[in-house]
């Protein structure tokens, strides 16, 4: 403990689980990407921009919800919280997005119902609604201290 602070790291099984399937889901991506650069010369590949980015953003991620961080933010102060909450909606989900150029999406792009949703989704007006209403509901007097007492729950149960 330092000057107070709780420093243990908060090994969240679901949360290393996600980020270690979102990392094999792109890099499999990528491989299929270049498996197609080889059969199409004129697909675009895959810049070590995009892939640092991507991985950039799941290493800020994972240090976000993993590390002391976490703990404190979870259980200390409110104001690591609030920081922890805008690097991951201004700086993490930008890095990660910025990491999937269009050779990754295509793929997913051709199948018709997805192509509807994600123009859908990513109409400036339509993003702007979901991410305010998500953030606005999450942070609801009922819903939020709900989260915290199944996390108290949580850790309760690992620790």
């Known amino acids: 403990m330092l000057n107070g602070l709780a420093l243990t790291w908060s090994w969240s099984p679901g949360a290393v689980m996600f980020l270690l399937l979102l990392c094999l889901l792109y890099l499999w991506a990528l491989w299929q990407a270049r498996r197609r650069l080889r059969n199409d010369p004129e697909e675009q590949p895959v810049s070590a921009y995009h892939i640092a980015a991507f991985f950039g953003g799941i290493v800020i991620v994972a240090l976000l919800v993993l590390s002391p961080i976490n703990t404190i933010a979870r259980t200390q102060l409110f104001s690591v919280h609030l920081a922890q909450v805008v690097i991951l909606t201004s700086v993490c989900a930008p890095l990660i997005l910025a990491g999937c150029p269009a050779a990754l999406l ?34 609801t007097p009922k819903l939020y201290n709900a989260s915290l007492v199944d996390s108290s729950v949580y850790e309760a149960v690992v620790h």
């Open 106 to 139: 295509h793929p997913l792009l051709e199948i018709p119902i997805v192509r509807r949703i994600i123009r859908l989704l990513t109409f400036p007006l339509v993003a702007w609604l979901i991410f305010n209403a998500t953030f606005l509901l999450w942070h």
